[in-house]
């Protein structure tokens, strides 16, 4: 499964070593959604079959006290888009919160696709269920 990761930095550079951060951090997330890439059609070689989007950004540039670096990204999965939003003083830590943050919407969202197709198999099972005056009787 291919995920594609694009990153936009906004009031800062986006150095080659925040860069692989980003991409360590939010691209371990790909175990998570790896069950999930698969309902896609991964068929077309030129698009990726999921992808990401990181935003990062120091808020002003005036003041140094407080939460000042916004950590922001969002992933599209099917019949849902997951978002997650970090403000911390460092953006490391920014970073990582977010990671956790898309972590936990992840795997919300992977226990209620395991339940919906469980409860889509049971109704199946149910309606295929030979009622006992059509079944053979044993002998």
Known sequence: MRFKINIKATNLELTPSLRSYIKEKIGGLEKLISRVGKDFDSSSKSKPALEGWVEIEK?????????????????????????????????????????????????????????????????????????????????
């Open 59 to 139: 808020t002003t540039h005036h003041h140094y006290k407080g939460d000042v670096f916004r950590a922001e990204c969002q992933i599209k999965l099917p019949g849902k888009s997951v978002r997650a939003e970090s403000l911390k003083d460092d953006l490391l830590a920014a970073i990582t919160e977010l990671k956790d943050k898309l972590q936990r919407e992840l795997k919300q969202y992977k226990k209620k696709q395991i339940i919906r197709t469980r409860k889509s198999f049971r109704k199946l099972k149910e309606m295929t269920k030979i009622s006992s005056p059509a079944s053979p009787k044993k002998k």
